[in-house]
C-alpha cells in the first residue's frame, strides 16, 4: 500500500472551508507547536475506549487526542475491547470509575447499555464524552458529532445516487446492528429516499451488519452480490465495511459494475479508487474528531464549561465550538474523498 505524506494544500476554497478541520491530520502524534489550549489541562487524566481497537479510523482519533492531550499538558490512554460488542466496553467504563479518572471518552456500542455503568462513573466524578457513536443524551456530558445524521445520509445517498446514474437496487452494508451512529444515518437515508423525488428509482433492497469486522463485513459483500443479481450499488457507512467491500469488490466479476460508496478512510480506500473499483466516498477526520473530543473533556473537567447549550470552549487549532441542544458539539460536515483529491489525505 501506498502511503502519501500530506503536503501543502492548495485546494480550492471550498475544499479548505469544508475540510478545515482536515487539514489538521491526526496521523501523527508529535503533539505540534505549542498553540492556544482548551484551558490548563494540568494533570488531567483521561481515557479513550473506542468501539473496538484495530480500527485504523480509532487509530486516528485516538492519535488526535493524544496530540490535544499534549498540548494540554494532560495524561490520556486508550483502551479497549478486541469486538465492537456493548458487554465489551462496560468492564472499561467501571475500570475508569475505580481508577477516579477525570474524563472518559468513548465511542458508544450501544445507546442504552452502557448507561448503567456511565452513570456510576458519572457518580465517581468522571465528566463522559461520546464521541462518534452517543448513547442516550441523559447518559453523558456531552456528544461529539463529527457531522449531522443528515449531511451524512444526505452524502451517501447523492454518491451512490450519481454512480448508478439515479436508477436502480442498492444495499446497505453497516457495522454492528445497534450502533448508534449507522442506525441514525441509515434511518435518514431511508427517509430521504422514501421522500425525495431525486431517488424515486432507487430502492433499497437489504441491509446487512458486518459488525466493523473484517471478515465478517467481506462474507456479508459477497452474499449481498449473490442474494440480489440486479444490485447497482453498495453503500457502507464504516470505515471497516467500505474497506472490506471493495477488497471483495476489487477481485470479482462485479468490479466496475456495482458501485461502492460510504465512509472510509483515504488510506485504506486509496488502492480501491486508484484501481477503478470505487469512484468516491466520504468522511471527517477522525484525527481532529478526537482532538475535539479531548478538548471538551478538558474544559468540562476543569470546570470552564458545564456542558450547558451555548457554553463556549477552545480547541487548540481547530478553534472555539460552542455547545449545542442535547449538550452535542459538532465537528463540521462530511468531505468526499475521489482520484483528484486522495493523494492530498493521510490517514
Ligand atoms: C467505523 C466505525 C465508526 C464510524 C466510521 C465511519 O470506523 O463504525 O464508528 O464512525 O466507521
Known amino acids: ?164 446514474g439515479g436508477e436502480g437496487e442498492i444495499a446497505i452494508l453497516s457495522a454492528a446492528a445497534n450502533a448508534t451512529n449507522q442506525n441514525a444515518w441509515i434511518d435518514m437515508m431511508e427517509t430521504e429516499l422514501a421522500d425525495n423525488p431525486d431517488y424515486a428509482n432507487i430502492e433499497l433492497v437489504d441491509t446487512v451488519y458486518g459488525d466493523d469486522d473484517d471478515q465478517k463485513s467481506f462474507d456479508q459483500t459477497e452474499a449481498l452480490l449473490q442474494n440480489h443479481p440486479d444490485l447497482k450499488g453498495i453503500i457502507s457507512p464504516t470505515t471497516v465495511g467500505i474497506a472490506a467491500a471493495a477488497r471483495y469488490l476489487s477481485d470479482s466479476s462485479s468490479k466496475g459494475k456495482v458501485a461502492l460508496t460510504g465512509l472510509g478512510t483515504p488510506n485504506q480506500m486509496r488502492e480501491y479508487v486508484e484501481n477503478g473499483t470505487v469512484e468516491s466516498f466520504a468522511l471527517w477526520n477522525p484525527g481532529d474528531l478526537g482532538a475535539l473530543a479531548a478538548y471538551a473533556a478538558a474544559a468540562l473537567a476543569n470546570g470552564d464549561i458545564s456542558g450547558e447549550e451555548g457554553d463556549s470552549f477552545e480547541a487548540g487549532d481547530l478553534g472555539e465550538f460552542e455547545v449545542g441542544a442535547d449538550g452535542v458539539v459538532l465537528l463540521g460536515e462530511p468531505f468526499t474523498f475521489d482520484a483528484d483529491n486522495i493523494g492530498d489525505f493521510d490517514f
Open 1 to 164: 500500500m501506498k502511503f502519501h505524506t500530506r503536503r501543502p494544500i492548495a485546494l480550492a476554497a471550498i475544499i479548505l472551508t469544508a475540510s478545515a478541520a482536515l487539514t489538521a491530520c491526526g496521523s501523527d502524534d508529535d503533539g505540534g507547536d505549542s498553540g492556544s489550549s482548551g484551558g490548563d489541562g494540568g494533570s488531567l487524566s483521561m481515557t479513550m475506549l473506542p468501539k473496538n481497537l484495530g480500527n485504523p479510523y480509532f487509530d486516528t482519533s485516538t492519535a488526535g487526542a493524544e496530540a490535544a492531550a499534549e498540548e494540554l499538558g494532560a495524561e490520556i490512554e486508550e483502551v479497549g475491547p478486541e469486538t465492537a460488542s456493548p458487554d465489551a466496553q462496560v468492564s472499561y467504563i467501571n475500570t475508569v470509575a475505580q481508577q477516579g479518572k477525570d474524563a472518559l471518552i468513548l465511542s458508544a456500542n450501544d445507546p442504552e447499555a452502557l448507561c448503567d455503568a456511565i452513570e456510576e462513573a458519572r457518580s465517581a466524578d468522571v465528566k463522559v464524552i461520546t464521541f462518534d457513536a452517543d448513547t442516550n443524551p441523559e447518559c453523558r456530558d456531552l456528544f461529539i458529532n463529527q457531522a449531522t445524521a443528515e449531511g451524512i445520509a444526505a452524502k451517501q445517498l447523492e454518491l451512490i445516487s450519481e454512480q448508478i
